[in-house]
């Protein structure tokens, strides 16, 4: 089965772009991106900049007005934050922007959802930053409340953070069962089990063969403690390699990128990097994601052959 490719937008800092230009630009990538063959854009779900990606003064576009605007100027690449930051939102109302997201996509949209993790846009907004045990534990009733929005006519839930009473979502999602649910984040103690339970997809960083191969076997042994078919959830990744059209620019790329966000990656020629990716889809990966901080939209063309070399 052909793997699903997304196009990921972190960085909205586009030299010579004036801030009124900002949207169209990215809208622009975006319809670049669905040209050349990708499946899904994504944007992030925060309000500072991330060190890695830039400064944290950089221009940060909010993730689901985003999208909104992403939907409504494309036709058939999917959309999704990746991943929603459960404290940023009452999981009610995240429920009802994603079935709007779907509405204005005409069904193209998905909910990737995490803990959280940017203590400083926390405390800059105002937002509650409790420990990690709890962002999990809300996190789990979160994702709970969204399954039952997308699922049941006047679901009711009572839990320790969130509830919902009767809670009416209408209009009604425009895929059946609702809009697929990503879980974000590959920590084997809590994040994993919520993957069994909750999502349609995982993603996991690109931490090499061996770390991935021996988190899909724990996520395994979770969706048996439940009883749930592993196969049913796609397992997606960061992809593992950086386009290039020659391999000697390579490694002068690969020296400009962070090295806390380097992980594996390798630098490739689409005609490689569709070798590399090959072997992770005979480990059971369904799904790759490349950002835009390492393939810039004057690349898109390079993943449109990586694309094509998989149809």
């Not at 404290?87 to 193209?108: C, E, F, H, M, Q």
């Not at 996190?139 to 919902?164: H, N, S």
């Not at 103690?189 to 770390?211: E, I, K, N, Y």
């Not at 005609?271 to 369904?286: D, K, N, S, T």
């Amino acid at each position: 089965m052909r793997p699903m490719f997304g196009y990921h937008l972190p960085n909205y800092t586009f030299p010579g772009v004036a801030p009124e230009a900002l949207f169209e630009h990215v809208v622009g990538l975006a319809r670049r991106a669905e040209e050349v063959g990708f499946d899904l854009v994504t944007v992030m779900d925060h309000f500072y900049q991330i060190s890695g990606v830039g400064p944290e003064d950089a221009s940060m576009l909010e993730a689901y007005s985003t999208l909104a605007g992403i939907a409504a100027r494309t036709s058939r690449i999917r959309v999704g934050a990746l991943v929603t930051g459960v404290t940023y939102r009452n999981p009610a109302l995240l429920a009802k922007t994603v079935t709007t997201l779907d509405v204005i996509s005409g069904g193209r949209a998905i909910l990737g959802m995490g803990a959280a993790w940017n203590e400083s846009e926390h405390r800059g907004y105002g937002f509650d930053f409790p420990r990690v045990g709890e962002r999990m534990d809300r996190l789990d009733e979160a994702l709970t409340i969204c399954r039952m929005m997308f699922t049941e006519d006047r679901p009711t839930f009572e839990g320790r953070f969130y509830r919902i009473e009767a809670a009416r979502n209408q209009p009604r999602p425009v895929q059946a069962g609702g809009p697929r649910i990503l879980v974000g984040g590959g920590g084997e103690q809590r994040t994993l089990r919520l993957v069994a339970r909750h999502a349609d997809l995982s993603h996991w960083f690109p931490l090499g063969m061996d770390v991935l191969r021996h988190k899909a076997e724990l996520l395994e042994r979770y969706c048996e403690e439940i009883g749930r078919d592993p196969a049913t959830i796609t397992r997606t990744m960061a992809a593992p390699v950086l386009l290039v059209a020659d391999e000697r620019e390579g490694e002068a790329r690969l020296a400009r990128i962070p090295p806390e966000r380097r992980g594996a990656l390798v630098a490739a020629t689409p005609a490689r990097a569709a070798e590399i990716l090959g072997e992770y889809v005979e480990a059971g990966f369904g799904g790759f994601t490349f950002g835009n901080t390492m393939l810039p939209g004057e690349s898109l063309d390079l993943a449109g052959e990586l694309i094509a070399l998989f149809a």
